[in-house]
């Protein structure tokens, strides 16, 4: 009888907040008897402006997505790097709720963990925009980390 694998989802975008959410996942996984699956999402907000976009090559913006993305993925990658676990990365572009329930049903996480508040939350809202959609629309288990 094989092993199913359990699929875990971090978002990441480069907070304490998404940081202490990678820190509690590598907490947990020895508490599991499966093999486990780590996938990092970081989502980058597209530049709308019409006005940059023409001043801009395609190539240019997708670097220029891409540095972002793995400058807010690093200190994650690093701390599952130092922890042994391994894992995949991925940079998508979008609204950030819309990817993370997107990239989750296509690759069939069984879990999302983020953490409460992005870097762009107001301080002292209970809860960031992001992750409230997020728990809305979920089909699968959402852990929030405060």
């Known amino acids: 009888m ?3 694998t359990l ?3 971090v978002s990441v975008d480069g907070s304490h907040s998404s940081l202490r959410a990678v820190q509690h996942l590598i907490k ?5 008897r499966h093999p486990v699956e780590v996938h990092l999402l970081n989502v980058q907000m597209p530049i709308l ?3 940059v976009k023409s001043f801009i090559s395609r190539d240019q913006l997708e670097d220029y997505y891409r540095d972002e993305g ?3 993925l690093k200190a994650a990658r690093e701390c599952l790097d130092q922890a042994g676990v391994k894992y995949v990365h991925h940079i998508g572009l979008g609204e950030p709720a819309v990817v993370i329930m997107d990239y989750a ?19 002292g809202l209970l809860l960031g ?4 959609k997020v728990v809305h629309l979920a089909d699968c288990p959402v852990l929030l980390v405060k």
């Open 105 to 123: 049903k296509r690759t069939r996480c069984d879990q999302i963990v983020m953490g409460t508040r992005g870097v762009g939350s107001v301080t």
């Open 49 to 51: 402006s019409g006005n």
């Open 28 to 32: 947990l996984l020895d508490w599991y």
């Open 70 to 72: 793995i400058a807010a």
């Open 7 to 9: 699929k875990f989802l």
């Open 129 to 132: 925009s992001v992750a409230s």
């Open 2 to 4: 094989a092993m199913d």
